[in-house]
């Protein structure tokens, strides 16, 4: 059964505004990216996604394809971005069978709540690895497909009148704000999206010139996510959300809308740029993540409740 629209994108998109075009998405599988991709395949896009989890990858893309029909959507499992070979391979198959990548998000992530001493030098190595290798690895495997998108659909200069084939050669990095002001427990996570944004910049000067965009989405706390369950403790939702500045958490839609709007033309002179969608919930500090009864939870050593992925604290 198709999804309703409503619930990963407004009504403000033409349809087949991304006809023709091929999105690639690493964590293409989870909660946020699936909208994402959903939405461009809705708006006329085909889509490759990848993912470590064989079935719930290929289940995911049989299921994005219900939004369009005739959608390809292409889901490859046993893909791991901190394997630049994985990665690689799928790439391969995604151009060999769709023809080729017009746009990427780099959304794969690893994330748990964990003090600093908590955390084992390999939990911090790993989310390095997933979120920071891993994004420069998904960048590494597509650019060259990117360029080419670029080349063929770019703006033109003289004129600025858009390609008559639509857009074409943008990445999307998908990170967080937790680095913004601090978050306890989320050093780890915090540390690798500082660098996902400081590579994305580094993309649009070096590949601006080639016609590229790169942009971040940061998405804020977004309701009925792996995010959410797993930085914050189920029986205080109500209560963190009645305290966001808006009243509520996001929805996967603000974020595919946001995404939508960057790879379209509306975002074409849009680069090096962060986008945070998050309701302006960081500027409330932390936004309730791993903030629960700080500092004395810190102290105690106890294990975080009702939340995913739970470990148990070590002092
Ligand atoms: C402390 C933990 C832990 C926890 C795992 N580890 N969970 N340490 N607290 N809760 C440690 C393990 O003990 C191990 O270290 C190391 O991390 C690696 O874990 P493994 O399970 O061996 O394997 P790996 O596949 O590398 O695990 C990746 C992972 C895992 C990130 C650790 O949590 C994972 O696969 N997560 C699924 C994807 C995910 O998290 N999605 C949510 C993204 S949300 P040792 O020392 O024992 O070997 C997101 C939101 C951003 O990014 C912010 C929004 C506001």
């Not at 964590?27 to 996604?49: D, E, F, M």
């Amino acid at each position: 059964m198709p999804l309703e629209k409503s619930s990963y994108l407004s009504d403000t998109w033409k349809d087949g505004l991304f006809k023709n075009k091929v999105v690639f998405c690493t964590g293409g599988a989870g909660t946020i990216c699936s909208a994402q991709v959903r939405a461009l395949v809705h708006l006329g896009a085909n889509a490759c996604i990848v993912g470590r989890n064989v079935e719930k990858t290929e289940k995911a893309a049989r299921d994005i394809a219900t939004a369009r029909a005739g959608a390809k959507v292409l889901g490859i499992g046993a893909v791991d971005v901190r394997s630049l070979e994985s990665l690689q391979g799928a790439v391969e198959r995604c151009v060999s069978e769709l023809g080729a990548i017009d746009y990427v998000i780099a959304g794969a992530a690893g994330n748990f709540l964990a003090s600093i001493n908590q955390i084992s030098v390999n939990a911090f190595k790993s989310v390095m690895e997933i979120d920071v290798q891993g994004s420069y690895n998904t960048l590494k495997a597509t650019i060259p497909h990117l360029i080419e998108s670029a080349q063929k659909h770019r703006v033109d200069s003289t004129s600025l009148k858009p390609s008559p084939t639509g857009t074409g050669g943008r990445i999307i990095f998908v990170s967080a704000t937790l680095h913004y002001t601090g978050t306890p427990f989320q050093a780890h996570v915090s540390v690798a999206k500082a660098g996902i944004d400081a590579l994305s910049n580094s993309v649009a000067l070096e590949f601006g010139p080639l016609g590229v965009t790169s942009n971040v989405i940061a998405p804020g706390p977004i309701a009925s996510t792996e995010g959410l369950d797993r930085l914050l403790p189920s029986d205080k939702l109500d209560k963190i959300k009645r305290s966001q500045p808006l009243g509520r958490f996001g929805s996967v839609r603000d974020i595919a809308d946001a995404t939508v709007y960057l790879f379209a033309d509306t975002g074409s002179y849009v680069s090096g740029q962060i986008l945070v969608v998050d309701g302006a919930s960081w500027r409330i500090s932390s936004a309730g993540i791993g903030s629960s009864d700080y500092p004395d939870f810190l102290l105690s050593g106890d294990t975080f409740e009702n939340v995913k992925g739970k470990k148990k604290a070590k002092l």
